[in-house]
C-alpha cells in the first residue's frame, strides 16, 4: 500500500535557524505532492504543492520544497524560521491510481523558540 | 465565498448514541473527504467520495457511515459512537489531483 513517512515528529529550532523537513513516499507512478501546515486551534492550510515542471516549488511564507524523484522525497526547507512557524506539518501525496485521494503522512510538530 | 463549512464544531456525546457531522461545500467540488485526526496518527481517511451517489471506504472506516445525496453536502454519522471514536473530524474537498481545501473541523468527545 502506498504511504508518506515524515522522518521528523517534533523538531524544536531557535529563531533564524534553517529548517528542513523530510518526506517520502511509496508510490512508483505519477504523483502531486503537497505540504500543508496547521496552526495550533486551526484548520489544514496549503504551503506549497508540486504536480510537474521545475522540482523546486516555492510556496507561501518563504516555504520551499524540492521533489527528487529518484529518492521519492519532497522536502520542505525554510532558510530562516520565525517564532510564528510554530505548527504542524504535513507532507500529502496524491497518487495517479488514488483517484482525489491524499494519503498524510504523521505530521512534523515544529516548535520555534524566540 | 464560504468554502467548506462544518458542523457542528464542537460536540460532547455518549457511548452507543448516533451523530452526524454536517459539511457543506460552495465549490461545486467533485470530490468530498472525511478525515480524523489524532494524536501520533496524523489524518487519516475514513470515506471519501467521487460525486454525488458515489462513495468508498478510506484507511479506517469501521464504525462510520456516509452519504451524499447531494454534490455541495457530505454527512459523516457514527452510528454507535464509541471512545475510540473521539478525535477532530475534517471536512475537505477538491476537484481531481487537485488541492485539497479543508474545513475548520469537528471536535467530537465520546465519553
Known amino acids: 500500500a502506498q504511504s508518506v513517512s515524515q522522518h521528523n515528529h517534533h523538531v524544536i529550532l531557535s529563531e533564524a535557524a534553517s529548517l528542513e523537513l523530510g518526506c517520502n513516499y511509496s508510490y512508483g507512478g505519477t504523483v502531486n505532492l503537497f505540504w500543508y501546515v496547521q496552526y495550533p486551534g486551526q484548520h489544514l492550510q496549503l504551503l506549497l504543492k508540486?504536480?510537474?515542471?521545475?522540482?523546486l516549488v516555492k510556496g507561501i511564507k518563504g516555504f520551499e520544497a524540492e521533489f527528487i524523484k529518484s529518492k521519492f522525497s519532497f522536502n520542505l526547507r525554510k532558510p530562516s524560521v520565525q517564532w510564528s512557524d510554530t505548527a504542524e506539518y504535513f507532507c500529502?501525496?496524491?497518487?495517479?491510481?488514488?483517484?482525489?485521494?491524499?494519503?498524510f503522512g504523521q505530521g512534523t510538530e515544529l516548535s520555534v523558540k524566540p | 465565498d464560504a468554502g467548506i463549512t462544518q458542523s457542528p464544531r464542537y460536540k460532547i456525546t455518549e457511548t452507543g448514541r448516533q451523530v452526524t457531522l454536517m459539511c457543506h461545500q460552495t465549490w461545486s467540488h467533485s470530490y468530498m473527504f472525511w478525515y480524523r485526526q489524532d494524536l501520533g496518527h496524523g489524518l487519516r481517511l475514513i470515506y471519501y467520495?467521487?460525486?454525488?451517489?458515489?462513495?468508498d471506504k478510506g484507511e479506517v472506516p469501521d464504525g462510520y457511515v456516509v452519504s451524499r445525496s447531494k454534490t455541495e453536502n457530505f454527512p459523516l454519522t457514527l452510528e454507535s459512537a464509541t471512545r475510540s471514536q473521539t478525535s477532530v473530524y475534517f471536512c475537505?474537498?477538491?476537484?481531481?489531483?487537485?488541492?485539497?481545501?479543508f474545513g475548520e473541523g469537528s471536535w467530537l468527545t465520546v465519553v
Open positions: 467520495s467521487a460525486a454525488a451517489d458515489i462513495t
Open positions: 508540486y504536480f510537474s515542471g521545475d522540482p
Open positions: 475537505a474537498s477538491s476537484e481531481r489531483g487537485n488541492t485539497i481545501y
Open positions: 500529502a501525496v496524491n497518487a495517479g491510481n488514488q483517484g482525489g485521494k491524499l494519503i
